[in-house]
């Protein structure tokens, strides 16, 4: 009996996976810019695919439709946001101004690592079907961070004044996208700075507050 021809399939598929992901995330980065840049409302997959350098039905086939790309690129963003192993330093710690110090450099880090993700999603909203859903979704991981840090803090002495939710409140109104984006695109200031007032600014607030408790006890 011959010898046998080696059957090419089981490497031929991993080719034709690594080659289909990258692609993927081709077209999903290509599109990222442009929503940034023009606007959901203004990008066609047309233009998507022309920024990849593929085709319209390779845009389809590979990743759907104009909708189904955004909805891609705000899932991928939680997933690429690292707020899990920011969380995990932040719950290690149990000195509170330590901690908001790492809240500062974690979404720091974040805003300015997912910087371009924001500004699509933020520019997709005006023309999406269901902008208030999708902004909740992008966000949801980073505001349940963000109260996690705040039920942190109530653990520990001296705590924050006032209840959890408040102190939460007051952590997305620091750390929450708004704020980064104000100060760094708004006001153009650097990264750093912003960081570096911002847990300033936090600082500050919580630990005058709990200072005016401490002294009326």
Request: proline share 4%; charged share 25%.
């Amino acid at each position: 009996m011959g010898d046998e021809v080696p059957d090419k399939r089981s490497y031929v598929s991993p080719l034709r996976e690594q080659s289909a992901a990258r692609t993927r995330a081709l077209i999903l980065a290509r599109a990222t810019e442009l929503f940034a840049d023009r606007g959901y409302g203004r990008v066609t997959v047309a233009d998507i695919a022309t920024a990849a350098g593929v085709s319209s039905k390779t845009v389809f086939a590979s990743v759907g439709s104009k909708s189904d790309i955004l909805d891609r690129i705000v899932d991928e963003g939680v997933t690429a946001s690292g707020y899990e192993q920011s969380m995990r330093e932040v719950l290690a710690l149990d000195a509170p101004k330590a901690v908001l110090q790492a809240l500062a450099h974690g979404t720091r880090v974040g805003n300015e690592g997912q910087f371009t993700i924001h500004e699509a999603i933020r520019k997709a909203l005006p023309a999406h079907d269901n902008a208030e859903a999708l902004w909740q979704r992008a966000m949801a991981a980073y505001r349940e961070a963000l109260r996690t840090a705040a039920e942190h803090l109530h653990t520990l002495t001296p705590a924050p004044h006032g209840p959890v939710d408040e102190t939460a409140g007051l952590l997305w109104l620091w750390f929450g996208p708004t704020s980064w984006r104000t100060l760094v695109v708004e006001n153009g200031w650097s990264w750093d700075r912003a960081e570096q007032t911002l847990c300033r600014i936090a600082t500050a607030v919580l630990w005058s507050v709990i200072d005016r408790t401490a002294d009326s006890g």
